[in-house]
């Protein structure tokens, strides 16, 4: 496959790197909103903090985890980094699938849940599904500053070509 220039290598950095910075954006507001959930009983508030988590999940967060996905693949196909050629792509990639779960399904799932458990009164059962969806959140939130320790550092060498 032909490599990309310079120039167009920079271009698609850039767009992966502003991609992740927004998924991590997202994410960390997902946090601070599920902290203020905590800090208040009035139900309308927690239902217009839960809607608002699945809008920014439904938009941003979708948008920006396919703009990364994307982004990092035309990097990795196109560049000298290749898609197995290095440990540390290899644990990216791995690393970004697991946030791709946990987002789409566990904090979707636990956001989707808390919207209809909060219609009714805040329960054991709400409370419940809250903690598990901040720990999937903190989750995800640790897992992504990893992915970007990981594309500072670029740890663990190339792959040794087997003979």
Not at 64 to 76: A, D, K, Q, R
Not at 92 to 120: A, D, P, R
Request: charged residues 10%.
């Amino acid at each position: 496959m032909k490599n990309l220039s310079i120039n167009q290598k920079k271009w698609w950095l850039s767009a992966h790197i502003l991609f992740s910075a927004i998924w991590l954006g997202v994410t960390v507001t997902f946090l601070i909103l599920s902290i203020s959930v905590l800090m208040t009983n009035d139900s309308q508030v927690i239902k217009a903090y839960y809607t608002s988590m699945l809008q920014m999940e439904q938009t941003a967060g979708r948008a920006s985890l396919i703009g990364t996905v994307i982004t990092g693949l035309i990097l990795s196909l196109f560049t000298k980094w290749g898609l197995f050629k290095f440990y540390w792509i290899i644990t990216k990639e791995i690393l970004t699938f697991i946030c791709m779960v946990l987002g789409f399904i566990c904090i979707y799932y636990w956001t989707i849940n808390g919207i209809h458990l909060s219609e009714q009164s805040i329960s054991d059962q709400f409370i419940a599904n809250h903690y598990q969806l901040m720990v999937w959140i903190i989750i995800q939130v640790i897992l992504l500053a990893i992915l970007f320790i990981i594309s500072v550092f670029k740890p663990w060498g190339k792959r040794m070509k087997r003979q």
